[in-house]
């Protein structure tokens, strides 16, 4: 069943009554396809009215979709299937919120992780709501330094509302295990390219999104705090979302604006979870496109390229 | 060192005021209550010698405490925020630091300094938690990144004196950044092949934890410091019920295995002199 946003409720009313007319169609045997054809040019023009003017708490909503396609829908999508799953930490436990593994992009081995949310409550429970433990860091940085040890590039996908803020995960170093990921990233002799693909929530996100090219999707957000969070601090209440939202300046457009991500992929109209098969074609181009290109970069060469461009990050007075 | 209890109105100051208040002559322990006079407690390096609280301190007062004769040399002194996300909450940014820097006599979160412990140079970053809590924006972000490049050009160990709400959430995404761009700059000093000594005071929590505090070559605290990544009040939401004693205090981290060891602040400069001959081997 399809889910819909509030403010998607009008694309919903529409959608209905497509159904309602087929269901007719079906029962009476009357033609109806006229009927339905100005139905579906409607639909189309009420999402292109809804798609062209979202604000930022509409993007915040739709990185969030319960239809959006998640880290394992893209990679299976971008590998065709040709996908091999690794797991564990090998010290602690395998953590199912970070998921990873070697897979055939275009014909050549790419290392994927990625954080991955579930589908339905039992599963966003087994995905722990796609926050991972210290336990997933550290799968991640051994998946890293596997990829790296075979000269094969590395592609992540972000989509997390934040590393769990847990008792064990503390006890075994949540801080640390994200601050590890960061510096070791930053030393990779591989190509890295991160991709956030949902909700890119502050050192969470960062702990798997240190690469060359960090390239966020048209509707997913990336910051230091979620709106829900920066409202609460700010105004002591969550109402204040939609302000917290656009003050920190987290959409894609923005990000791109302050130099903080290199690229943005566009989104068909409709968002990606409209569109999925197109969002997968849009994602695989720009890795192929680009991990040809930083794969023609001295390795020495790329990985000081990448330092220099965290460096730049800031923007201060003075002297 | 003259001893005494005492309360009485008038001599409890707030911790929040004590050491700006020029005319505050006493110093209430906020653990154990116990008051004594501003200048025994300075002597003290600001520690309850009844019950070992070792009160927050400034950058300055780290300085004093390890630099020898307490003379060093600051620099990028002049550098104070921007307004890159032009960031209004219930105050807009830029007044936000300005009156901050009024009230607090500081630019930022971080001062960084060189000069000499025990004879051996050492380039410091020392944190200010009265600015902002402490929080790591473009400033202290670039701020530790000369610090960095000092050490480079020195050729001397770097150390981090850590004392942090976390990132500065009025610079966003831009803040998020400074944990990536700090641990660029520590890279460069690994591949320089100098020491880097991480100190975590009280407190010491997000974005600073999961970044260059976690990150030295050794990790060290002050005794019954606060390091976490989630903060207290957040794990006890998450795990709906209440937190051990203990959690997330130096010891409990120490216990984990996360810092090297802890040391009391009147053991603090001869023990990173030391830290300092064994690195030279
Ligand atoms: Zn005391």
């Known amino acids: 069943m399809e889910n819909y946003l509030a403010f998607e409720e009008p694309i919903k009313v529409i959608d209905d009554e497509i159904l309602k007319v087929r269901e007719v169609e079906e029962n009476s045997g009357v033609d109806s396809s006229k009927l339905i054809k100005d139905l579906e040019k409607k639909k189309t023009q009420t999402i292109k009215d ?28 971008l590998t065709e299937g040709n996908f091999v799953e690794l797991h564990g930490d090998r010290n602690v436990k395998d953590d199912k919120a970070m998921v990873g593994g070697f897979g055939q992009l275009n014909g050549k081995t790419v290392m994927f992780v990625g954080q991955q949310k579930g589908i339905n409550t039992k599963m966003r429970q087994f995905r722990n709501f796609g926050m991972p433990n210290p336990e997933g860091y550290r799968k991640a940085l051994r998946l890293f ?50 991709v956030i ?18 390239v966020m999707l048209e509707n997913s957000w990336y910051s230091v705090i979620s709106p829900e969070n920066c409202s609460t601090i700010l105004w002591r209440s969550w109402d204040y979302k939609e302000q917290a939202a656009d003050a920190l300046k987290l959409t894609s457009t923005d990000m791109k604006g302050l130099k903080i991500v290199d690229d943005v992929i566009k989104e068909p109209i409709g968002g990606a979870h409209r569109h999925r098969e197109e969002i997968f074609a849009s994602v695989k181009d720009y890795l192929i496109k680009n991990i040809e290109r930083l794969q023609k970069l001295d390795p020495e060469k790329r990985t000081a390229k990448r330092h220099e461009k965290f460096i730049e990050m800031g923007e201060y007075k003075g002297r | 060192m003259v001893w005494f209890k005492r309360s009485k109105d008038g001599i409890t100051t707030s911790t929040a005021d004590k050491k700006e208040t020029p005319e505050g002559l006493w110093y209430k322990c906020p653990t154990c209550k116990t008051v004594i006079s501003r200048d025994d407690h300075a002597e003290n390096l600001y520690v309850c010698a009844t019950c070992n609280h070792h009160e927050r301190l400034s950058s300055d007062e780290y300085f004093a405490i390890l630099f020898d004769e307490d003379k060093y040399t600051e620099i990028a002194k002049g550098l104070y925020s921007a307004d890159p996300l032009k960031f209004n909450d219930t105050k807009p940014y830029p007044a936000r630091v300005k009156a901050t820097q009024e009230k607090t006599g500081l630019k930022d979160a971080i001062k960084v300094a060189h000069g000499k412990v025990n004879g051996e140079t050492l380039v410091v970053a020392a944190m200010d938690f009265k600015f902002i809590g402490g929080s790591l924006g473009s400033v202290m972000g670039e701020k530790i990144a000369r610090g960095i490049d000092k050490a480079i050009a020195l050729k001397s160990p770097f150390m981090i004196i850590s004392k942090s709400g976390g990132a500065r959430m009025m610079e966003a995404g831009l803040s998020l950044m400074q944990m990536a761009k ?21 407190p010491t929590t997000g974005g600073v934890t999961a970044s260059f505090a976690m990150l030295g070559d050794i990790n060290i605290s002050e005794p019954n410091a606060l390091i976490a990544f989630a903060g207290p009040r957040i ?30 602040r009147k053991d603090l400069k001869e023990k990173i002199g030391q830290s300092l001959v064994m690195f030279k081997g």
Request: hydrophobic share 40%; proline share 6%.
């Open chain 2, 235 to 264: 794990v006890k939401e998450t795990i709906g019920r209440d937190l051990p004693k203990g959690f997330q205090k130096a010891e409990f981290v120490l216990e984990h295995g996360f810092l090297d060891f802890i040391v009391e």
């Open chain 1, 197 to 214: 693909i949902g909700e890119g929530a502050s050192g969470g996100a960062l702990g798997i999104g240190v690469g060359d090219k960090v």
């Open chain 1, 145 to 194: 330094k596997l990829a790296e040890k075979f000269n094969i590039p590395i592609v992540t996908l972000i989509d997390t509302p934040g590393a769990f803020p847990g008792l064990e995960a503390e006890e075994r170093g949540q801080g640390e295990a994200i601050a590890r990921n960061i510096y070791e990233m930053m030393r990779l002799k591989v190509p890295v390219i991160c």
């Open chain 2, 182 to 202: 700090v641990s660029a700059k520590l890279s460069q000093l690994s591949d320089a092949k100098l020491p880097y000594i991480s100190f975590l005071t009280d």
């Open chain 1, 50 to 77: 809804i798609f062209k003017a979202l604000t930022p708490w509409q993007r915040v909503q739709l990185s969030r979709h319960p239809d959006r396609p998640y880290s394992l829908d893209y990679i299976n999508a």
